[in-house]
């Protein structure tokens, strides 16, 4: 049984913590256990890059609550789940897995078959937030469904 999903990117202020506030949104009430963080360290502390939380408001979504950290070993005791955003998180997280850690990993959009690609792009230097977040909610959904 699922009852904790953790959601990772590079820098855990674009994709992971959208994933963490569109799957908090849509799965209300499951009792699940959410968070997000980042395989860098590069913003801890930092709040979520200012065009996600505004896209997010737009769909009715809150990230104003989220602050970026990294992901450390205790994370794969921690979750049931644990999803990267694209194949250079799954490859970093799979580096630092401990190896008696029972936590899954998976890539995210694998629950969007639709979208036809494994990797969730990098708006950070893209700025297409507006498809970022329209994989995010398919995959939310589709991994909602799975569970
Ligand atoms: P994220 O995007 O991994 O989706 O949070 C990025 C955020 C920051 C940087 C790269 C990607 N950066 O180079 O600082």
Not at 3 to 32: K, M, Q, Y
Not at 74 to 103: C, E, G, H, T
């Amino acid at each position: 049984m699922t009852r904790s999903v953790l959601f990772v990117c590079l820098g855990n202020i674009c994709r992971s913590p959208t994933a963490e506030a569109v799957f908090r949104g849509l799965a209300d009430g499951r009792g699940l256990h959410i968070d997000s963080a980042g395989t860098s360290g590069w913003h801890d502390g930092g709040r979520s890059d200012p065009r996600a939380s505004a896209e997010a408001l737009r769909r009715g979504y809150d990230m104003s609550m989220i602050r970026s950290r990294q992901v450390c070993e205790a994370d794969f005791d921690r979750f049931d789940l644990i999803i990267a955003m694209d194949s250079q998180n799954l490859a970093d997280l799979q580096a630092v897995r401990p190896k008696d850690s029972d936590a899954r990993l998976e890539l995210f959009l694998d629950y969007a078959p639709e979208f036809r690609v494994g990797d969730v792009p990098d708006p950070y230097f893209e700025d297409n937030f507006e498809t970022v977040f329209d994989m995010i909610e398919t995959a939310s959904k589709g991994l909602l469904d799975r569970l």
